[in-house]
């Protein structure tokens, strides 16, 4: 009753921060759309053992709660000429105002593919992408320097994707195998 007073913005955080109760066939469907998001219908029902019309409701419910985005992922090497760096970032000064500005600049920065606060000598883990080195070192001196508040950044160019994927272990069959794989046999 309350959430119908409420304000609609109110309304979405609430319901895209809310437990979404997942099931057997849940964490297999995330897992197969994980690895090929452009299955139809029918291969990942009959993979999962639903019907389409099961599958295509369960995942419009994942969207509904936030728990899928659709993005084409593409491949940098198709791209000559692309750079790719990882960027170590340390704070001049440790102080919510300075790390929020940092995080907002990194979302807003087209160039940043991901960014992770990092435990140690480093505060943040930059993944960037850029057309040329030139275009990396205008980006870096834009997102590092500009601003002010980093005290020091470390560039690290990538030469080669050995792996590249975002998937997530899914459901407690997932953390099984995780824990198998790590126990001595």
């Known amino acids: ?43 990942l029902g009959d993979a ?11 995942i419009a419910r994942y969207r509904r709660h936030g728990l899928l985005r659709q993005v084409a992922v593409l491949d940098p090497a198709a791209f000559p000429g692309t750079t790719l760096a990882a960027v ?7 102080t919510l ?3 929020s500005a940092f995080r907002a600049r990194m979302r807003a920065a ?22 040329s080195v030139t275009h990396y070192r205008e980006v870096a001196e834009r997102l590092f320097v ?8 470390e560039t690290r160019m990538v030469f080669d994707v050995v792996k590249h994927g975002l ?13 198998r794989a790590v126990s001595p046999s």
């Open 146 to 153: 500009d601003e002010g508040n980093v005290k020091r950044y």
């Open 48 to 58: 999962v053992g639903l019907s389409p019309s099961a599958v295509q409701r369960r």
């Open 88 to 94: 170590l970032v340390t704070m001049e000064r440790d």
């Open 110 to 131: 087209p160039e940043v593919q991901q960014c992770y606060a990092i435990a140690g000598e480093w505060d943040y883990l930059v993944l960037l992408v850029a057309g």
């Open 1 to 43: 009753m309350a959430i119908d007073h409420s304000c609609v913005a109110t309304q979405d955080y609430c319901v895209r921060n809310a437990t979404v109760q997942l099931d057997d066939f849940d964490h297999r469907l995330l897992q197969l759309l994980q690895r090929d998001g452009s299955a139809t219908l029918a291969a």
């Open 97 to 99: 105002r300075l790390h």
């Open 167 to 179: 998937e997530l272990p899914i459901g407690p069959s997932a953390r099984k195998r995780t824990k």
